[in-house]
């Protein structure tokens, strides 16, 4: 701690990093600990390839994971991280461009998307023990837990909806073709098939659905076959540009396949068809349906989060399908413990995740107070005093602020969702303890120690 503090006394005098001093701070930990990079080093070395025309350098991996750092936190799109690189000296001086050319967004897409979630993860505990080691924030010796549900950019799913998705879409990849010249004429089925997509959703008598469903069917039989044929024709010619469109038309064909099968099962044969085995959105397809008690079903994915006493994420997972909160308990304990090398003593979650099971694996592991929020049946919760039942209680619901900031922070899951959210997560997890320390010690460096200022323990709802 005292390293970091005569670091940033450093900074803290040139008037550049006194404006942002969260980034001085992650700048100064990214400094002394270059181990850090190695994490990513094996997803991004080997990747890039001279070009005879263009750039010969590329950007260093102390370079991209300063650059996503930066692009999180600010929450800029690549376009605008580029952009960010002539605008902002603090961005050009925490990503050591050092009087080089900016790099371009296109660069930066290519690097940072190859990083893998496993990497971020680690890079996560490895950013979050040199907190807890050397600032002193988090001791890990009370967790909390609770999940949530990071939704994709997707409209509500229906049957009718997907149909009229899958018919425009082809039509317009196919369309590209016939400006290019590889295809000669292009029957258009959107006018028909828009028309029937508004019918369907006007009409309440299931008989009349089902015949105007039939017809919406066999407009997209048709459009398939279009689609199948022009994909064909292209891939045989030699232009490099028709076989990309070609290979538009190849994605898309499984997809209109399947909400061509789930359409005739549910709607013309009444069938219930399996959620695992349905498909929520065709620009999105790793959607999943997630629903909690008895609120209304969000679509996207669900993700498991584990908090210390500084709001310090500890631990994130995000899961395949909606599994049982219970299920998600015995292993966020575990990371924990193996991540950090310490056993919590409290741990507390709301009524989902309770269960004898997670309560014995919890107890087997040495955890001296077990706490969920409600209880049911025979189940006790296991603590030291009432008292401590009842802070720890209290303390719980601090975790819904955290998962607040999550929802805000990253509002829709990407088709890289597991890499972008971990790496937000990554950030979040730095980010509250940076913000107070940074501060903190901003303002004691510049007017002296004072009393009043809030530590960064005593600001952070501490049980003790």
């Known amino acids: 701690m005292k390293k970091i503090l005569n670091d940033l006394k450093l900074k803290f005098e040139a008037a550049l990093w006194a404006l942002d001093p969260e980034l001085a701070l992650i700048d100064t930990i ?24 263009g750039r010969q350098d590329s950007p260093t991996v102390e370079q991209i994971v300063r650059a996503a750092l930066y692009k999180e936190m ?11 690189q002539y605008d902002s000296r603090i961005c050009s001086t925490f990503i050591k461009l050092e009087g080089r050319k900016p790099l371009s967004f296109e660069v930066f897409h290519k690097y940072i998307s190859q990083i893998k979630g496993e990497s971020l993860k680690e890079l996560m505990v490895a950013i979050n023990r040199i907190i807890i080691e050397e600032a002193g924030v988090e001791d890990g010796k009370s967790v909390r837990m609770d999940s ?26 196919i369309k590209q073709l016939e400006k290019s010249g590889c295809l000669k004429k292009v029957r258009n089925y959107q006018k028909q098939a828009k028309k029937h997509r508004f019918q369907i959703n006007n009409t309440k008598k299931s008989d009349k659905k089902n015949e105007l469903f039939e017809k919406q069917l066999k407009l997209l039989r048709s459009s398939i076959n279009q689609a199948e044929r022009a994909a064909v024709e292209a891939s045989m010619r030699g232009d490099i540009n028709d ?43 790793h959607t999943d349906i997630i629903v909690k008690g008895k609120r209304e079903a969000e679509f996207g994915h669900k993700v498991n989060l584990t908090t210390g006493r500084s709001n310090i994420i500890l631990d994130v997972d995000i899961v395949e399908g909606n599994p049982a909160d219970s299920q998600l308990y015995a292993g966020a304990l575990e990371r924990v413990c193996l991540g950090y ?43 030291t005093s ?23 922070n990253c509002s829709t899951a990407l088709m890289y969702c597991t890499a972008m959210v971990l790496l937000m997560e990554v950030w979040m997890g730095i980010l509250v303890p940076c913000i107070t320390v940074a501060r903190a ?12 200022l809030p530590t960064p323990l005593v600001s952070a709802a501490v049980i003790k």
């Not at 010690?441 to 009043?452: I, Y």
Request: include cysteine.
């Open 148 to 173: 949530t549900v990071v939704e994709t950019d997707i409209h509500y799913p229906t049957n009718n909806e997907l149909t009229w998705d899958c018919i425009k879409t082809a039509h317009r990849i």
């Open 243 to 285: 076989w990309l469109i070609a290979q538009q038309l190849k994605n898309l064909l499984p997809k209109m396949e399947k909400v061509y099968d789930i359409t005739r099962r549910h709607e013309l044969f009444g069938e219930s068809v399996p959620n695992a085995e349905k498909i929520f959105s065709i620009y999105e397809e």
């Open 341 to 383: 090398g310490v056993t919590p003593r409290d741990v507390v979650t709301d009524g989902g995740y309770a269960s004898v099971k997670n309560q014995e694996t919890a107890k087997g592991k040495g955890v001296v107070n077990i706490v969920f929020n409600k209880i049911v049946g025979s189940l006790k919760n296991i603590v």
């Open 386 to 408: 009432g008292n401590m039942e009842t802070r720890l209680k209290k303390w719980r619901s601090g975790i819904e602020a955290v998962i607040c900031g999550v929802t805000c």
């Open 74 to 84: 600010k929450k800029l799109n690549y376009r605008d991280l580029e952009y960010a």
């Open 441 to 452: 010690l901003f303002w004691v460096t510049s007017c002296g120690l004072d009393k009043s």
């Open 30 to 53: 990214l400094e002394q600990h270059p181990e850090l990079f190695e994490i990513v080093r094996g997803d991004i070395v080997g990747i890039g390839k001279d070009s005879a025309t």
